[in-house]
């Protein structure tokens, strides 16, 4: 099958969706692709920062969002081997410390409001696997692959949207330079008790660094950092003391815990990296978010960036004569600067974790 649209976007997350609803908007017409079959994900990039919340009133989604549901974090509290040692209130004027948004909200409501843009169309279960170039070595198009049907889209531009792994900027032969962190993360949800304050705790446990983060519907979520690429090996010891250590810092969660974290099989891991690439894009192709600058959890930054990545690039294609033409230097030029900045305030965060319990260790 083939498809003509003005712009092919490659992946459904954050940036994407809103780069596919913004563009839709202007009526550009705009084709989204998402390998994965429905829009659910979980357990990825649920916190969002000022920044993103002041995109989401820019293009007004925010209300929408918080109508499905959203929490706003009041505190932050820092936790040293069971007592509470400091402790940040939101302040009144911004009236919280981050925002828990569930990406299903999100990302429904982003495309529940292109849904009704004519010129926005897209597919999920659709699998990009390479892309077209002309004689001149311009990117023309996708090739994708839809339950083994292969789906050829011709188009003026590629945007490379598909995250951290992303296969446009393989296929586009740009460079990437991974950063690792030292640490992976082991991620787990369990209900909330009774009362338990919409907060951000951060733990240190005989040095073991977990962090707690009240989620919408009562749940609390819980990442535990382990040293980087260590899960294998701890997967073998015993599991009981892993999470002896979280029961022993907060009692009140003993039963929950018990009842929702009963092997290693439930927990999430998550491998922790950041990358920066060579280039944003080549002639006739643009790489935004994670797939360009891979955020790692720290900060909550990684929604935000992509989005406002997304921001920026459709104010530069609206100032654009036509499309061939884009400058996708100017749409790296523009945000390179920020985003090195911000996966710097990341390195510091977590190098500067332990400096927060420094009068207790
Ligand atoms: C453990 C963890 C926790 C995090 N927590 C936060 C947080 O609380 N707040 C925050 O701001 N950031 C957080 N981040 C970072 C955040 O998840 C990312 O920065 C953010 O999701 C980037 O958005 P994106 O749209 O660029 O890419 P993604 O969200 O990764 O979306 C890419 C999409 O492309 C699709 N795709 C991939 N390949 C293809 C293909 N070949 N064809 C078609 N589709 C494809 C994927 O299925 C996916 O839907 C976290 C990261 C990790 C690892």
């Known amino acids: ?88 209130e939101a302040d009144p004027a911004v009236g919280h410390l981050g925002i828990h948004v569930p990406q299903t909200h999100l990302l429904q409501v982003i495309l529940q409001h292109a849904k009704e843009c004519p010129s926005f169309s897209y597919q999920l279960n659709t699998r990009v696997t390479s892309l077209i170039q002309d004689e001149a070595g311009q990117y023309i198009g996708v090739k994708a692959k839809q339950d083994g049907e ?12 598909d995250g951290r792994y992303s296969t446009v900027r393989k296929k586009a032969q740009i460079d990437s330079e991974i950063r690792k962190h030292g640490f992976d993360l ?3 949800r369990i209900p909330a008790p009774k009362n338990w304050t919409p907060s951000i705790k951060m733990a240190l446990v005989d040095g073991m660094q977990i962090s707690l983060f009240t ?26 003391p892993f999470i002896e250590k979280l029961i022993q810092a907060f009692p009140q969660l003993a039963s929950a815990v018990r ?22 894009g080549a002639d006739g192709l643009v790489l935004i978010g994670d797939a360009v600058h891979t955020m790692t959890p720290t900060g909550a930054y990684g929604l ?3 989005m406002k990545d997304a921001d920026v690039l459709v104010e530069l294609i609206e100032q654009q004569d036509t499309l061939k033409k884009l400058d996708f230097l100017t749409c790296g030029n523009m945000r390179k600067k920020e985003i090195e900045q911000l996966q710097m305030m990341q390195i510091e965060k977590e190098q500067g974790f332990l400096s927060q319990f420094e009068v207790m260790t």
């Open 1 to 88: 099958m083939e498809k003509k649209v003005d712009i092919c976007i490659v992946g459904a997350g954050p940036g994407g969706m809103l780069l596919a609803y913004l563009l839709a908007k202007k009526n550009i017409s705009v084709l989204l692709l998402e390998s994965t079959s429905q829009i659910a994900k979980s357990f990825r990039g649920e916190h969002i920062n000022e920044e993103g919340e002041e995109i989401l009133k820019k293009y007004d989604l925010y209300d929408a969002v918080e109508e499905l549901g959203l929490l706003k974090m009041e505190r932050l509290e820092y936790w040293y081997n069971g007592f509470l040692t400091k402790v940040i």
């Open 150 to 161: 292969e789906l050829l889209v011709y188009c003026h531009l590629v945007v490379g949207a």
């Open 186 to 188: 082991l991620w787990a």
């Open 215 to 240: 989620q919408v519907n009562d749940y609390v979520q819980i990442g535990w950092n382990i040293e980087q690429g260590s899960y294998s090996a701890l997967r073998k010891q015993p599991f009981e």
């Open 259 to 280: 009842e929702n974290i009963t092997s290693w099989r439930d927990f999430i891991l998550l491998d922790v990296f950041s990358t920066q690439s060579s280039s944003w």
């Open 304 to 306: 935000n960036c992509a």
